[in-house]
């Protein structure tokens, strides 16, 4: 018999969703060591939660983060609320035993970040941050290429996340647009994936300088919201925008490699476009999240004449998670990530293996994030190590 892995989850939104799908798939799809059991689920509104609690198949409720996180029958706390929280209720989850995820950004601040990665490591839990991308099979498969020295000594990443769901200065003042629960705009938000896949892939960040800006400064009030939707308030007071709309920065790695980094809100036409493009000195690679299950390789040792980006689709059962899913050519999607990021999590707790990516390189993302900010302020390129 398995061991059984008690799940609580704060948050039932967005991330809520994707998480307590993921959770459901895991031991459809995979052989995962330990049972898991949705336990609890947790949010303010007792109407909502409830309703969450039956849509998405979780034992219980609770309607404070408090009270799940010292109940006994809890073996992990997930964390899906917004950034403002997550410090608070990762820190009494791991005071109290428990494993903890949390998802990106790791806190507001470095400061708190490495307060978090503190108490996990102090009280000997695992604990696991929510970069999702890395667990796209394509994106595993760079990994692989540039592990197996494929793509030679590493000249450049270039990483681009342009969404553009503000772009209508009538969309009302949601969290995201709030530095107070958010930490900062496109940059925390969509700036930490690319950074995160740009350490996985590339390595640890040598030094940064950015620019950013805020298009919209004021925005309607709102009447209710979730991350990403909100109804404003009829005849809207107006809030002040206190996050940046764009943020773009250069970077050079560790290893040499020079970076450019763009995430932006405000860029028409593109919903969800996160790519990136890695350029060594054997071949390239390039990945766009809208089209994830390609991989675009290019290998300069190619025959002449017959040299160019292939277009490799990364669901054959060799490919990285691959054979747990469809024949090849059956493509997967976005919430596949998740189920794979939380795979890895529960084999991390059996195992008592480190969990990657943890808490360490939510540390290094908000580092990073913070040296963008620093440099941005002073207007100069700022270390990352520092800080
Ligand atoms: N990995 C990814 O790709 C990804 C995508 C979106 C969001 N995120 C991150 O996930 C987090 C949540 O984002 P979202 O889009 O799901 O937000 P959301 O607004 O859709 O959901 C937030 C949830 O947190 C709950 N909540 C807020 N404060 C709470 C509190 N004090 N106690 C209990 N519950 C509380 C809300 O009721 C809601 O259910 C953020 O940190 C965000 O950066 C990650």
């Known amino acids: 018999m398995k061991d059984i892995l008690n799940v609580g989850l704060v948050g039932y939104k967005f991330m809520g969703k994707a998480h307590s799908n993921a959770f459901q798939r895991v031991g459809m ?51 899906t609320a917004p950034s403002n929280v997550h410090k608070e209720i990762a820190l009494a989850a791991a005071n109290a035993g428990k494993h903890v995820f949390c998802e990106k950004p790791l806190a507001l601040t470095l400061k708190d970040a490495r307060e978090m990665l503190e108490a996990a490591e102090a009280n000997g839990v695992r604990h696991q941050i929510g970069f999702n991308y890395r667990f796209a099979p394509a994106v595993q498969l760079a990994k692989k290429l540039i592990d197996e020295g494929k793509l030679g000594t590493i000249y450049h990443f270039r990483g681009l996340y342009l969404q553009d769901f503000i772009v209508d200065p009538d969309f009302p003042l949601v969290w995201r647009l709030d530095k107070e629960v958010a930490g900062s705009g496109a940059l925390g938000d969509l700036g930490a994936h690319l950074i995160d896949l740009a ?98 390789y290019y290998n300069a040792d190619d025959e002449e004449g017959t040299q160019g980006f292939r277009l490799i689709q ?23 990530t998740f189920v794979h990021e939380f795979y890895e999590f529960v084999e ?31 207007k100069q390129w700022i270390e990352v190590d520092s800080l």
């Open 29 to 79: 799809f995979f052989e995962p060591s330990m049972d898991i059991r949705m336990k609890a689920i947790c949010g303010r509104d007792e109407e909502w939660v409830k309703q969450a609690a039956q849509q998405f198949g979780w034992e219980s409720y609770e309607t404070s983060w408090e009270k799940l996180v010292q109940r006994d029958d809890i073996d992990m706390v997930d964390i």
């Open 199 to 296: 350490r996985f892939l590339v390595g640890d960040f040598d030094k940064v300088i950015g620019m950013s800006k805020t298009f919209i400064k004021e925005r309607p009030i709102v009447e209710k919201m979730t991350g990403l939707s909100a109804k404003a308030q009829e005849s809207a007071a107006m809030g002040k925008v206190t996050v940046d709309d764009a943020t773009l920065f250069l970077a050079e790695f560790k290893n040499g490699a020079l970076g450019s980094i763009e995430a932006t809100r405000f860029a028409q036409g593109h919903r969800n476009g996160m790519s990136f493009e890695i350029n060594g000195s054997k071949g390239s690679v390039r990945f766009e999240l809208e089209r994830m299950n390609e991989l675009q």
């Open 348 to 378: 991390a707790i059996a195992t008592g293996r480190k969990a990657n990516p943890d808490f360490t390189d939510g540390v290094k993302c908000s580092q990073v994030l913070e040296a963008v900010e620093t440099s941005i302020e002073e």
């Open 314 to 336: 990364a669901t054959e059962g060799s490919h990285p998670y691959m054979q747990a899913w469809w024949p090849a050519g059956h493509i997967i999607g976005y919430e596949h």
